[in-house]
């Protein structure tokens, strides 16, 4: 079945370290994005990619860094300079060709700073 | 100003119940309005799509009014799996068809 696979579900990081959330898709999507959401909050654009090797700054790209060197993966890397990493951190895709509506979301990975 | 505002509820209604949500947007030129309904900790998933001359699907429809700027979903005869917090979705552009904006979502609560 084609979908968004996010990995890790859940991870623990101590402050100070960088860490990489996953998240591929074979959906054959060319528009990735990587959402964060916090407790009574809508969701937050961190950074999307239109296309391979390509991609933006959303609204709240300071202390993150995303690569796009396959059409099918949009890696982010939560950074030691993000001052409140702690949240549930969402991947999502659309085809890109429309505004279609239908994002798509891996389930998330929820990320703790200790 | 938030691009997208929705009251957070909670709404709690018992089951058969018809409960109405609002979702106000900021932005006068915005062409594409969604709703999508999220499970407590999980993922978004879409609901609907709303159209200018509105939309229903079974129990659900969605409404558009350009004029007050905003977006309504209506559920009818509501069940207990319907409990859910309701996100409202706007892209406010034609020419970046890829910046979507979420409204911080309705809390339902469906009672027996």
């Known amino acids: 079945d084609g979908g968004i696979t996010q990995s890790p579900k859940y991870l623990f990081r101590k402050e100070g370290q960088n860490v990489t959330l996953s998240c591929e898709q074979n959906l054959n999507h060319d528009a990735m994005y990587w959402y964060r959401q916090d407790p009574g909050q809508g969701l937050r654009l961190i950074y999307y990619?239109?296309?391979?090797?390509?991609?933006q700054k959303g609204d709240i790209a300071e202390g993150y860094s995303v690569s796009r060197e396959k059409k099918e993966s949009f890696p982010l890397t939560v950074t030691s300079a993000q001052k409140n990493p702690t949240a549930f951190y969402l991947c999502a895709s659309t085809r890109g060709d429309t505004n279609t509506g239908e994002l798509f979301f891996g389930e998330g990975s929820r990320l703790t700073v200790l | 100003r938030k691009e997208v505002e929705q009251d957070p509820g909670p709404f709690n209604v018992p089951e058969g119940a018809t409960v109405a949500f609002n979702c106000t947007y900021s932005n006068s030129a915005s062409q594409s309005f969604f709703w999508y309904r999220q499970d407590c900790r999980k993922e978004p998933k879409l609901l609907m799509s709303?159209?200018?001359s509105g939309n229903e699907d079974g129990r659900f429809t969605a409404q558009l009014n350009r004029a007050s700027q905003y977006i309504s979903l209506l559920i009818r005869d509501s069940k207990l799996s319907d409990s859910a917090t309701y996100l409202c979705?706007?892209?406010?552009?034609?020419?970046?068809?890829?910046?979507?904006?979420f409204g911080s979502g309705t809390k339902l609560n469906v009672k027996p």
């Open positions: 990619s239109q296309i391979v090797n390509d991609f």
């Open positions: 709303v159209y200018s």
């Open positions: 979705v706007v892209n406010p552009s034609t020419y970046n068809f890829n910046k979507f904006y």
